[in-house]
């Protein structure tokens, strides 16, 4: 079968750490990934596991204490990471958009909802009204939201879900071809996060958008993706499709992760948390960072980093188990 | 349930008095609204649903923490509203409450044994200062803080959140508490440390026989702790319980069309199952105002399937099946 697969973003050994006084703390360390134009990439880690690093840094807008010490993250075969700010004021917003985390109070209070979009598009050299009003009347529409009275509303009338869903439309204003969410339904209720969800996946079928869906939580994941990455310690450790990862992990850590999920199928017996805790990241040990925890951990996955293998098409393991043909 | 039960609450009724503007008139947000509850010794009774519907209201006022409107609850038989003074510390001694906010809970300048000992010492459990360590390092042990002296003198910034929240439970069972009031106890945990948490509050009920009040607003940690405890599931809504029942009934075969909206909403880490299931649509995805609430079953303006008598005459709860109970009009002798 032929592989129609476009790389709209490549991430390579991408690294990014904090400074904190004297530590260094090694959010991503070493991170390889590849998204590919028109899918919904999942991306899911506990907290601490670099997802949200790894969004901003596609952004470039890391706080000031983050550095990238390495690696490239190409964007349509443009370098975000050595890009001059021009560069970026033509991609961030018009190409690639984010919904950051907890973003449901980054509404400012004092302005209608319509001064939002008008400010947005004024921001990006939009000076025609018209079109930006009506652009946001669209969006609205799609995501059934009723325009007139929304766009006429302060944030304070509007309710959690009403606010994400506002927010999503925003993000999507100048029609970027990537929109990054980092838990957009973690604040919400279950009814209003099923909602939010079936209206993400309406909005993607219709327009082909590119997602990367950023959170702790797998179930949201194995609801709407279609690949996955799961993170660990400012590592991928596994990615792959979603049924693939789901059904057949071949990280150990995406094996006891998936058993560490209090859930509504499944044989409560066989649930269970992973014992210990993450590694320091300040001072991370050799070898692999899930080693200390792994119930299949060798000798050399103490001593030596795993190497990051594509064990079948598309899908990448981070694992000395699968490593047979690789030098020792 | 054999015996008298540790709790009985009875038609009780929490309302918050609010106030539009400096001369508006007061009116009632209704939190709690007639709950009728029992928690058997060494129960496990699980309080679930959306936010503002009065889960953690009902706790506090459980634990003693905020005064009802009206209504009684019984403690070992007493009532904690006529409680002389000594009956009042024995109730405040026996239950115990366990935050969502493992790092706001904790005092950010005391270390781990001054937090625990404090307590101790305050209902004289343990007096000398070796008495305090050996009574402080046996209750991080059971806790699996292990070995506790690595733990005693920690501040709360040197532990992890799970770490922090055994430290929490550690306290909260110093006291060999009758009742454990939980609320949101994993919410801020690590997804790869949740059912921990959850074993060990188990494995409590086993070793010491408490009961617990467990609030939650996730289904999967609901049925995991209640149905591994044996307990029982208590769906509510704008300040009522539409639904009681054990766990595994509660989950697989829900009986309120709320709960079934809520199950058939809740994604699940399985994306064959989780994208095949049938969300249940509601006629409406607001939640009316706890200070109005709509008349006869207050979720006939949300519900897919009301008749006419459901906006008129409020249902009681009835058992459907062993120990299941629903308030709907939809089933017999509702």
């Given at each position: 079968m032929a592989d129609n697969t476009q790389n709209i973003i490549e991430i390579k050994n991408l690294s990014v750490q904090y400074r904190a006084g004297k530590k260094r703390i090694k959010a991503v360390n070493n991170v390889s990934l590849e998204i590919h134009r028109g899918e919904i990439m999942g991306i899911v880690g506990e907290s601490g596991s670099g997802k949200s690093t790894l969004a901003l840094a596609i952004m470039r807008i890391l706080p000031k204490n983050a550095d990238i010490v390495n690696g490239s993250i190409l964007f349509n075969g443009i370098d975000m990471v050595k890009a001059d700010d021009e560069t970026l004021r033509e991609?961030?917003?018009?190409?690639?958009?984010?919904?950051?985390?907890?973003?449901?109070?980054a509404l400012n209070p004092i302005l209608k909802i319509k001064d939002h979009f008008l400010e947005t598009a004024k921001a990006h050299g939009i000076e025609d009204e018209k079109w930006t009003l009506e652009r946001a009347s669209k969006l609205m529409k799609l995501l059934n939201l009723e325009p007139e009275r929304v766009l006429n509303s302060y944030p304070h009338e509007l309710s959690g879900g009403m606010k994400q869903r506002v927010l999503i439309a925003l993000a999507m204003l100048l029609e970027p071809e990537v929109l990054i969410l980092d838990e957009p339904t973690t604040a919400l209720d279950v009814l209003t996060q099923r909602f939010i969800l079936d209206l993400l996946k309406e909005l993607h079928e219709k327009t082909n958008i590119t997602m990367i869906f950023i959170t702790h939580d797998i179930a949201v994941i194995a609801d709407l993706a279609d690949r996955v990455a799961v993170m660990y310690a400012g590592k991928i450790m596994e990615v792959g499709d979603v049924f693939t990862v789901f059904k057949e992990p071949f990280h150990p850590y995406s094996v006891a992760l998936m058993k560490s999920i209090p859930s509504l199928v499944g044989d409560i017996n066989e649930m269970k948390s992973i014992p210990g805790t993450l590694p320091d990241l300040s001072n991370p040990p050799p070898g692999c960072l899930f080693a200390p925890r792994c119930t299949k951990a060798m000798d050399i996955c103490r001593e030596k980093e795993p190497p990051y293998l594509e064990i079948k098409k598309h899908h990448f393991v981070s694992c000395w188990l699968y490593s047979r043909g690789e030098k020792r | 349930m054999n015996g008298e039960p540790l709790v009985r609450v009875e038609n009780l009724k929490v309302y918050f008095p609010v106030r539009k503007g400096v001369f508006g008139k007061v009116q009632y947000v209704k939190a709690v609204d007639g709950v009728d509850l029992d928690i058997g010794k060494g129960q496990i009774v699980t309080l679930?649903?959306?936010?503002?519907?009065?889960?953690?209201?009902?706790?506090?006022?459980?634990?003693?923490?905020?005064?009802?409107?009206?209504?009684?609850?019984?403690f070992d038989g007493n009532d904690i509203s006529k409680m002389k003074k000594d009956e009042y510390l024995h109730y405040r001694k026996n239950v115990q409450i366990i935050h969502q906010d493992p790092y706001s809970s904790l005092n950010p300048t005391k270390t781990v044994f001054y937090t625990i000992s404090v307590f101790l010492k305050r209902w004289g459990i343990a007096h000398t200062r070796s008495q305090l360590i050996d009574k402080v390092s046996e209750l991080l042990e059971i806790v699996g803080l292990h070995p506790a002296e690595d733990f005693l003198f920690k501040y709360p910034?040197?532990?992890?959140?799970?770490?922090?929240?055994?430290?929490?439970?550690?306290?909260?069972?110093?006291?060999?508490?009758?009742?454990?009031?939980?609320?949101?106890?994993?919410?801020?945990?690590?997804?790869?440390?949740?059912?921990?948490?959850?074993?060990?509050?188990?494995?409590?009920?086993?070793?010491?026989?408490?009961?617990?009040?467990?609030?939650?607003?996730?289904?999967?940690?609901?049925?995991?702790?209640?149905?591994?405890?044996?307990?029982?599931?208590?769906?509510?809504?704008?300040?009522?319980?539409?639904?009681?029942?054990?766990?595994?009934?509660?989950?697989?075969?829900?009986?309120?069309?709320?709960?079934?909206?809520?199950?058939?909403?809740?994604?699940?880490?399985d994306p064959e199952v989780s994208r095949k299931k049938k969300p249940i649509k509601l006629k409406s995805l607001d939640i009316p105002s706890p200070i109005n609430p709509p008349s006869g079953c207050k979720f006939h303006t949300r519900c897919p399937y009301s008749l006419d008598r459901c906006s008129k005459d409020v249902p009681k709860l009835v058992e459907v099946e062993k120990n299941h109970w629903v308030a709907c009009w939809l089933y017999k002798g509702g």
């Open positions: 991609i961030l917003w018009k190409r690639i958009s984010i919904i950051p985390q907890a973003a449901l109070n | 679930i649903g959306e936010s503002g519907c009065g889960k953690t209201t009902l706790g506090k006022t459980i634990a003693g923490l905020i005064k009802p409107t009206s209504g009684k609850i019984l910034h040197q532990l992890s959140g799970g770490q922090r929240q055994r430290v929490v439970i550690a306290r909260a069972i110093s006291l060999n508490p009758k009742l454990i009031v939980a609320d949101e106890p994993i919410t801020m945990i690590d997804v790869s440390l949740r059912i921990g948490i959850l074993d060990l509050l188990l494995d409590l009920q086993k070793k010491f026989g408490s009961s617990y009040l467990f609030i939650t607003h996730d289904f999967g940690a609901a049925r995991y702790f209640t149905a591994k405890g044996g307990g029982l599931i208590a769906v509510m809504y704008l300040g009522n319980i539409v639904e009681i029942g054990p766990a595994e009934k509660v989950i697989q075969n829900p009986l309120h069309p709320y709960t079934k909206v809520l199950l058939s909403a809740v994604p699940v880490p």
